[in-house]
């Protein structure tokens, strides 16, 4: 393997370590005993169901095809996947507003433990099945989690600062620590251990298995609004308003009718939110599949492992870097995510800038070339703004998203994404991949534009303002009854 890979990680490894043992008074937090055992507890659960999620990531598409599945099946399985988490998605997130946080939460395991279970079939329809299920615990993964996390956080009466804690150490542990070391553990169970491809589902679903019984036995239940009026249509009238219009109070006066207050200022949080995250995460899907082929234009053999845990390095370097960030009160989270998108569209346009400054090769190159190693670094570098943007967009959507459709409305912010992802998949060999690299750095720009004025309307004086935290049951208009 190419010495330049062991540089990239070896650096990426010490930066990590340095940021980590450098923290002074200032870049730390001070919380409570009660406050950490809460944390801890919540960092054990997340980290063992993104580990679950991890263990089948690489081998999703290998063992399709030793099933015997060329692209074009393997692809409208993945399409499937995506569908179904836009399709469900919203739907699951209502119910989990509705039913339970906790009960989603163990949902989202019995689901994904069924998507495992239908790996062992080579039949098509069973594998369909399972890219459905998959789906649908992907939206809860993402949505029901955090949603527990924020209500039991502010049940607890805990300073609204503390949860930045939990976000980035969630991140740095649930997508960078324990991303590798299941990279690791699949790579042991299949190629030493030669326990064949299915191996790793096998060990996602026990795992996930150990992760919901510690959710039954140590959280607590918590709810988004859970009046008895309230039916999924009405969850989604909620969800669409808020988005829309910056709702400030939502009253139920019976099922039958649903009582709205609204305030004349215009909010455009919420939307501003949901578009800023859509925008981000559908580059950041997108170059999920772009990075194998900018790395090896010509089928060279590059080690995708390795690279693969390098870029969980850079993602925890980012999570790291926020931590330092939000634990500073005076700096605002508004602030700063202007940068990193701007970082991060300039890091997407290196592969069309060096196809400028230097004639592509259209020959196999035995090592990497020059253009591949300034794209690592690149890739590298946008890597560490997903970490940065992981606990950046939880910090906000906490402060922002209303509680009573907190889950709903996270997952009607991935219907764009999920919409976009089936494009770009069902289109993935139309178009150049500098093209493709294009439109993202393009979508990242305008992330960064819509930051700028959701940075200039979150500084309003707070009298103008709508606090998530205030109570839902505010006195109604009476020209709306």
Known sequence: ??????????????????????????????????????????????????????????????????????????????????????????????????????????????????????????????????????????????????????????KRNFDQQWLSLTFSKAVFLGNGLVAILSGLFGNLLVDTFSCGPVAPFDAAACILAIGMAIILTTWSENYGDPSDSKDLLTQFKVAAIAIASGSKTVSYVSPLSLTQSMDDFSDEKIALLGAIQSLFEASMYTFVFLWTPALSPNDEEIPHGFVFATFMLASMLGSSLAARLMARSSLRVENYMQIVFLVSAASLLLPITTSVLVTPSKVKEEGLSLTCSIQLLGFCVFEACVGIFWPSIMKMRSQYIPEEARSTIMNFFRVPLNIFVCVVLYNVDAFPITIMFGMCSIFLFVASILQRRLMVISEKPKGEEWSPMKDRNSEVDPLTL
């Open 1 to 154: 393997m190419e010495v330049f890979y062991y540089m990239v990680f070896g650096v990426m490894a010490a930066v990590v370590a340095g940021l980590e043992l450098s923290k002074t008074n200032k870049d730390r937090i001070n919380t409570s005993s009660s406050f950490n055992s809460f944390k801890n507890n919540y960092l054990v659960v997340f980290s063992i169901m993104m580990a679950g999620d991890w263990l089948q990531g690489p081998y999703v598409y290998y063992l399709y095809s030793t099933y015997g599945f060329g692209k074009g099946d393997i692809g409208q399985l993945f399409i499937a996947g995506f569908g179904s988490s836009m399709l469900f998605g919203t739907i699951v997130g209502s119910l989990a507003d509705k039913q339970g946080r906790k009960r989603a939460c163990v949902t989202y395991c019995i689901v994904y433990i069924l998507s495992c279970i239908t790996k062992h079939s080579p039949q098509y329809r069973v594998l369909m099945v399972g890219r459905i299920l998959g789906g649908i615990a992907t939206s809860l993964l993402f949505s029901a989690f955090e949603s527990w996390l924020i209500a039991e956080h502010n």
